[in-house]
């Protein structure tokens, strides 16, 4: 693990149960209105990350990646506070953006965790926690968190204090 500089921190998973468990830690924290972006090629772990920030977030559903729905909505268990889950890879344009109705998402108050987000950046709020996970090799996967703005930036320090003790 390093830490770059206090916006940025760069880790290594050597496997999806724990970049799942990361996500769980990650996901513990989350509150309304944040926006965790997850960025990265297909099989890079996107999807595994997602399972564990929405277990860690308290849904009881199943996790699974929206790439032909869209959007996914988990509702945590005691408040009922929706985690929206937005896969973006089929969006080819902005008309696809509006159709899909991923304004009002953005908009609503929930948390919310993209995928691809870098198809929707106009429509990103500035201040968001920004993941790239990278392919290593067949169990190890690169994740780069960077921190946009000082809701993300207080994010991203309990999630380092909480995953890591730093």
Known sequence: MAILDEHTLDFTSSGIEQTIRLGIRLGELLA??????LSGELGSGKTALARGIARGWGTTRRVTSPTFTLVNEYPRLGDNLILFHIDCYRLT????VVTAGLEDVLGNGG??????PERIHELLPADCLWVELRYMSETRRGLRFKAIGSR???????????AFGI
């Open 32 to 37: 309304a209105e944040d926006v965790i972006c």
């Open 93 to 96: 344009s902005s008309a696809d």
């Open 152 to 162: 993300p930036e207080i994010l991203l320090k309990q999630f380092r204090q909480s």
């Open 111 to 116: 948390a919310i965790m993209v995928e691809w």
